[in-house]
T-cell receptor, first 110, second 117 residues
């Protein structure tokens, strides 16, 4: 079946890089996504990657995709306090619907 | 440009009742998707409407239904409410004519928080 898994918590020091990992099961997924949810600010589609790409970079964000291992990661460079949020990994599955992971809560230490 | 609006923002109902939630997409957007977010099940896709037609549907019972009007506004209805229906219901609006959301086209509303007692 379709499933997306990610760790629940990540704590990093301000200024360091954050790496949030995700694994998925649907090998025919065409798009993979990272969403950000901040308290009181709703859900935001942060970035996405096509399944035929290995990497996508957008300013401080780098998405890496290992299609063989069905592993997706989001790297946030120079993590700031404003990056504190829950990050959801998601796949656009072969059943034409979006499957979300449980979310990783990123907290920033001073 | 006004964002996605959802009404009401908060709602309290009792078991067995039914509820209708509303979503107004960004002007010009024709696709509206609904999601349910709960602490236990996380974020789950409910359904997507495009040009008044349901295009995709998640794994939810028939108590969950929706519709879209000619002005692209969408409503979601849940009948015979259960305690487990307590959740944040999110609506997303998209310009894209295809079914795949992309960064440039998908915008979320603030959600309706439903509490079932």
């Amino acid at each position: 079946g379709e499933d997306v898994e990610q760790s629940l918590f990540l704590s990093v020091r301000e200024g360091d890089s954050s790496v949030i990992n995700c694994t998925y099961t649907d090998s025919s997924s065409t798009y993979l996504y990272w969403y950000k949810q901040e308290p009181g600010a709703g859900l935001q589609l942060l970035t996405y990657i096509f399944s035929n790409m290995d990497m996508k970079q957008d300013q401080r964000l780098t998405v890496l995709l290992n299609k063989k291992d069905k592993h997706l990661s989001l790297r946030i460079a120079d993590t700031q306090t404003g990056d504190s949020a829950i990050y959801f990994c998601a796949e656009y599955s072969s059943a034409s619907k979006i499957i979300f992971g449980s979310g990783t809560r990123l907290s920033i230490r001073p | 440009k006004a964002g996605v609006t959802q009404t009401p923002r908060y709602l309290i109902k009792t078991r067995g009742q039914q509820v209708t939630l509303s979503c107004s997409p960004i002007s010009g957007h024709r696709s509206v998707s609904w999601y349910q977010q709960t602490p236990g099940q996380g974020l789950q896709f409910l359904f997507e409407y495009f040009s008044e037609t349901q295009r995709n549907k998640g794994n939810f019972p028939g108590r969950f239904s929706g519709r879209q009007f000619s002005n692209s506004r969408s409503e979601m209805n849940v009948s015979t409410l259960e305690l487990g229906d307590s959740a944040l219901y999110l609506c997303a609006s998209s310009l894209a004519s295809g079914t795949v959301p992309t960064q440039e086209t998908q915008y979320f509303g603030p959600g309706t928080r439903l509490l079932v007692l």
